[in-house]
């Protein structure tokens, strides 16, 4: 059974970085899908952060590509997530998914991490 | 504002069958896919590209696709439906995804 963890800070200054990663149990970080991030604001929608597969190169949402970096680390078998100069507009629940490259749909997601943005 | 379109809020009595639409000009060219999410909770898979349905969903719900809207229907709504459901899918220019604002569903 496939099965995602994302892990990483739960408080983050105003102006730092957010880091967060995304272990992959039950299956290759190589595998053809394509490793993504997913966020959720308090109260708000979901919003398609990024996405990596391997050997490819990251695509990201063009309103955080400023900031943002995603990889993949074969070694571990994980991918992470970068975001620069982070504002309380950051705040939200930060979620990894992983979808297929035919007949795209996320059908495996971590369970959640809250990350607040604040001093 | 997201480049996919979905009413705020729909409601359905119990068993009845509802609609959950989903516009955008993407849509005419990319499949769509569907997610349920109840409060507290990941979101879950529950529509992807043609027509298709991970395992473990009931087969009450279906997606369809006509011009630049995509639709989820679920025909015979049970209490357990009610949920927020999302619609997802690449942008105009295939060069990023969108999620749509959101339906909230509830069963009357």
């Known amino acids: 059974q496939v099965q995602l963890q994302e892990s990483g800070p739960g408080l983050v200054n105003p102006s730092g970085t957010l880091s967060l990663i995304c272990d992959v149990s039950?299956?290759?970080?190589?595998?053809?899908?394509?490793w993504t991030w997913v966020r959720q604001p308090p109260g708000k929608g979901l919003e398609w952060i990024g996405e990596?597969?391997?050997?490819?190169?990251?695509t990201y949402n063009p309103s955080l590509k400023s900031r943002l970096s995603i990889s993949v680390d074969e070694s571990k078998n994980q991918f992470s997530l970068n975001l620069s100069s982070v504002t309380a507009g950051d705040t939200a629940v930060y979620y990894c998914?992983?979808?297929?490259?035919?007949?795209?749909?996320?059908?495996?997601w971590g369970q959640g991490t809250s990350v607040t943005v604040s001093s | 504002s997201s480049e996919l379109t979905q009413d705020p809020r729909v409601s359905v009595a119990l068993g009845q069958t509802v609609r959950i639409t989903c516009q955008g000009d993407s849509l005419r060219k990319y499949y769509v896919s569907w997610y349920q999410q109840k409060p507290g909770q990941a979101p879950k898979l529950v529509m992807y590209?043609?027509?298709f349905r991970p395992s473990g969903i009931p087969d009450r719900f279906s997606g369809s696709r006509s011009g630049s809207t995509a639709s989820l229907t679920i025909t015979g709504a049970q209490g357990e439906d009610e949920a927020d459901y999302y619609c997802?899918?690449?942008?105009?220019?295939?060069?990023?995804?969108?999620f749509g604002g959101g339906t909230k569903l509830t069963v009357l």
């Open positions: 039950g299956d290759s970080i190589n595998s053809d899908y394509y």
């Open positions: 998914a992983r979808a297929g490259f035919n007949s795209y749909g996320m059908d495996v």
């Open positions: 590209g043609k027509n």
């Open positions: 997802h899918s690449r942008d105009i220019t295939a060069t990023y995804r969108v």
């Open positions: 990596m597969s391997h050997g490819g190169s990251p």
